[in-house]
């Protein structure tokens, strides 16, 4: 055990080494994209009938005239002194910026990987364990229906329901105008609510995440059903669990014990793979629910060419993927003692 | 030449089409008989728009957001104009972005699965890092940054989704290519000196075919929510179009005063996009009871 631990430890601070050269890679590859690409942040934000003089002055103010090399080392000495530069359209320091909305996304998408978990694997394991049955069946088509749904319309159904004809949850944003937000330390509004030991807040807090983060969750859900239907299944009918039925061990145990922690395992891996498919749900869910997070800033910084923004979010991006992927590389490496590193 | 052919040569697709018949009357062949007559069904709508559709779909033809009923079936929208003959031009856009996407996809993701799952070694390795990295970036964003590069219209929108399922083909294909290359009737023909290209197209081509349709469609299914997600955006398609997306991205602000003008075109969204996963479902049973194990191989690997 001791030798699969310390190849875990070598392997951990391999993949964190190797984090600097492809988030280097990673920015240089944006830089260049971004300077490659027709239009600019400044014609952007003026538009086609800006002031010509206007607009020539703002981007020598902004270095764009300078060589494309002296840009990109003045923006990797940046990066490394810790300065994002200022967005271009908001004039507000990059910085700032992420650290103001990374939380609400990071808050969003966490509770809704715990919607999706719950509700995924439990009606994936209850429709395995009943396989050709009515509830399957009946599993199925929520799975189908959940996995194709336009997410932006199902939020808004939910909004009208919940929000807007029932009344119980709030219609948008993160957090009511008329309470005053706790202090911040994390950022993310329960657990800052929390730790002040704030129960108005946290209730206020978690009321406006229930609906975004029930929207992006469910969609996602589909998703889990699938992989968790088709695993249980698998193992229910594989030679370990026959060889556990035969040796007379009551058919709870063999469920709980042997053919569903198999059945997780590659559950748990795809896992990774769909923080890719939750980031682009959260860009639709924070536009209907007016949820200011990061996928908002991306896009508008995006639209507007705001490069600034747009490299730093990059890199936040890019870290967060990198931290994401080794933790369920980490996690893999606990729940399958095949996996070796 | 020919003491290489040594089967009866019955093309690729008459087999796919052949495996497929034969089980069209199993459940799983229901399904996707029931997910063909949809998608033909708007396609046709899409194409005999300007017969079926009671209004221009561009005019304001009556009072603003009148709710369904009496000469609009679906109501109106704030511009007054009618959402059911919006909805049924709206079907042209995402078929047709769908259709270019997906097959420009298919046309370049393909022969680099080929290339890499056959070619092995550094080229390999170096195609499976690239495709990951587009693979594990969220979707939305990359078809947001892909169309905001290239600027708007169908063709461009078209292009920015294509990247975004390039990955899908090129996996799937290449771990398929690279297990079907240590078979040992491929092996034989190498060591025959048979060339490359005919190993490929003879050998190995037939074996990988079967999961092509499969994929297709749940590309296409994925691809028209991307599209949905684009337009609703606003990003990608120049104003005035009827759109499905698009349509929300106009009424959804108003939601609360006239629902309908959201609602219909989403359902439609949800209708094409189920349509299109039962094709590829149905399919993935009938073509390939193999694929699932390789997927999950896959997944595990």
């Known amino acids: 055990m001791t030798g699969s631990t310390a190849s875990l430890r070598a392997y951990i601070i391999t993949r964190t080494l190797l984090m600097v050269p492809m988030l280097l890679l990673l920015v240089t590859f944006t830089f260049f994209i971004l300077r490659v690409a027709p239009g600019d942040p400044v014609s952007a934000l003026y538009g086609e009938h800006g002031n010509p003089q206007l607009i020539d002055q703002v981007k020598r103010e902004l270095g764009l005239y300078d060589p494309l090399y002296v840009q990109y080392f003045r923006y990797i000495r940046d990066i490394f002194t810790g300065n994002m530069g200022t ?49 399957d069946f009946g599993t199925r088509v929520f799975a189908t229906l959940a996995y194709n749904i336009p997410i932006f319309w199902f939020g808004l159904i939910l909004k009208l329901i919940f929000a807007v004809w029932l009344g119980w949850l709030p219609v948008s944003g993160r957090f009511s105008p008329r309470l005053s937000p706790p202090p911040t330390v994390t950022g993310m509004y ?43 299944i698998q193992a229910m009918s594989s030679d370990f669990v026959e060889a556990a039925r035969a040796r007379g061990i009551p058919e709870r145990n063999v469920f709980f014990r042997h053919a569903l922690r198999n059945a997780l395992v590659p559950v748990v891996t795809t896992m990774g793979l769909t923080f890719a498919l939750l980031f ?62 | 030449m020919s003491r290489w052919v040594a089967r009866g040569r019955t093309s690729v697709v008459g087999r796919l089409i052949g495996s497929f018949l034969s089980q069209s009357r199993t459940a799983a062949g229901i399904v996707v008989w029931i997910g063909i007559s949809i998608v033909l069904g708007i396609i046709i709508v899409a194409i005999f728009a300007p017969f079926l559709a009671p209004f221009d779909p561009n005019t304001k033809v009556g009072a603003v957001e009148a709710p369904p009923g009496g000469p609009f079936l679906m109501g109106t929208d704030r511009s007054g104009q009618d959402v059911f003959s919006r909805i049924l031009y709206g079907a042209r856009i995402p078929l047709s972005i769908v259709a270019v996407a997906t097959t420009l996809s298919l046309i370049i993701g393909l022969p680099l699965g080929l290339l890499s799952g056959y070619a092995g070694g550094r080229l390999d390795r170096a195609l499976v890092l690239v495709m990951d990295s587009i693979y594990a970036f969220p979707g939305l964003l990359l078809a947001i940054a892909v169309a905001a590069i290239i600027g708007r219209g169908i063709l461009n929108i078209s292009f920015a989704i294509a990247v975004v399922y390039v990955p899908t083909y090129f996996r799937v294909i290449r771990n398929h290519v690279s297990s079907v290359k240590q078979e040992p009737y491929v092996e034989a023909a190498i ?17 990988v075919a079967q999961s092509i349709p499969v994929i297709f469609s749940v590309n296409a299914a994925d691809s028209v929510l991307t599209e949905a997600g684009l337009t609703f955006l606003g990003l990608g398609l120049p104003p005035g179009i009827p759109d499905w997306g698009f349509d929300i991205s106009l009424s959804w602000q108003r939601f609360e005063a006239s629902w309908w003008a959201t609602f219909y075109p989403g359902l439609f969204i949800l209708i094409l996009t189920t349509a299109l996963t039962f094709i590829g479902e149905g399919l993935n049973d009938i073509l390939n009871p193999l694929l699932r194990k390789s997927q999950k191989a896959a997944v595990e690997a």
Do not use: C
């Not at chain 1, 992006?216 to 889990?224: E, M, P, R, W």
């Not at chain 1, 209907?288 to 991006?317: H, K, N």
């Open chain 1, 190 to 232: 329960t657990i800052d609510s929390l730790l002040a030991a704030d129960l108005r807040a946290f209730v206020d807090a978690v009321g406006h995440l229930i609906l975004p983060s029930l929207t992006l969750g469910i969609v996602l859900a589909g998703f889990f059903v699938r992989i968790t239907r088709v695993n249980v």
């Open chain 2, 191 to 207: 060591a025959l000196g048979m060339p490359s290209w005919r190993v490929i197209g003879r050998y190995v081509l037939p074996n």
């Open chain 1, 280 to 341: 682009s749900g959260a860009i639709l869910t924070e536009t209907v629910f007016s949820f200011e997070g990061m996928g908002r800033f991306v896009y508008l910084a995006i639209s507007y060419r705001d490069y600034p923004a747009i490299q730093g979010a990059v890199v936040y991006y890019g870290i967060l993927m990198v931290v994401i992927s080794l933790a369920i590389d980490i996690v893999n490496a606990f729940v399958d003692p095949r996996i070796r590193y």
């Open chain 1, 87 to 135: 967005s271009i359209v908001t004039s507000k320091p990059v910085i700032q910026e992420v650290s103001d909305r990374m939380p609400a996304t990071l808050e969003l998408t966490f509770s809704s990987m715990i919607v999706a978990s719950v509700l995924g694997i439990g009606l994936g394991v209850f429709a395995g364990t009943r396989r050709d049955r009515p509830a």
